[in-house]
């Protein structure tokens, strides 16, 4: 499989040069990670000519890992959360990509292209420096001079290196495209070492024991091993915008066989509805409840009432903000999906506040919607 990294520059006077150096930067970070494939540049003029070309990207972009086309875009700007009237071009092109049916994934922080392991030597180095600092006892400025000496900066980040956590918060839907990407990068040398925690969010009716047993029963299936696995309980009224389209999305995977069917009694006999999809673990707990008309700020249809205060949307983005960064404040990165967006482009600035108050404080993550993709141990292979 290959790769196009593309860059996108505006042409003013002098600016081809410019673009060169970009494509130039772009060939040597492939090559730095052995990524194959291809970088070039697209120059425009006018800004109004942004949308023949991001439309042509959407259409034509996909990674071979997924089954359907993804979409990797950067995180906005301050200056494009802002909603300023000048940014109205950016959301739109912007929202275009969002409402397409493709895997979406949002990158948040820098992400290092290459980190220097720590060899044997130094290993030895650092255990015997702290063997030698363990025997002294007493607190003095040659202690402390010896205590910097052994633990320098470059030699720490070498052995937290190998102690690196990708933390996987799957929240509602999502649960395949989320874990198969966790496996992606865990197959860059950069993050081999690295060890993988579940965190999946479920409303306070779902059964979260039958959700952890199918999700274990499809992880050794599938031979693959997580650190751990947390299922946590929230109130529905802090999900609102990952269940407005949740028994929808449920029925449109699971269509209702025949009650005699062979589909049907596999599926009592192994208590899944679709062994091959680990999302079915999330969806066979759930719990449907009594429909809620206005559940959600911003919908994929207009609301009858448009009323609805912004600051309950900013508390329930708060609260899984901090339910979030209490568990992985220690991770490297978090990969964490992210609600369907509005069909609206009036109520898609709304929606970018909230995905940026949700993701507040989170120096590296990976903001995902996927759409339904099978996985299997192949995919990660």
Known sequence: RSTLCISLIRYVYDQQYAGKR??????RSMGAM?????ATQFMYRKISSLHSIASALANCCGV??????TVVLDYPSRAALSGAAEQILYHYHMHRVCIRQCNLIVVKGHFPLTMKTLSEGE?????GNCGNLMSSRIVTPKFIHEVREAFQPQMLIKALSSQRMIDVWWIIDGGDTLLLLAHIL???ALWQQAVIRLFVVIEASDNGDVVENDIRRWLSSNHLILHTIEILHVDPSYVREYTFLRELKTRQR???PPKHSLTTTAAAIFGLHNGSMLQSAVDRGYCPQSVDPVSCSYSLHPLVSDNIPRTEQLLRAQFLNKTISERSHGSSVVLLNIPEPPAQLERFWVYLTFVDKLTEGLNRALLIRGIDSETSAINYE
């Open 123 to 127: 290993q030895m180095k650092i255990k």
């Open 254 to 256: 699971f269509r209702e």
């Open 186 to 188: 865990k197959c860059n």
């Open 34 to 38: 052995r990524l194959p494939g291809y």
């Open 64 to 69: 071979g890992a997924f089954h359907s086309n």
């Open 22 to 27: 970009d494509v130039d930067a772009s060939e």
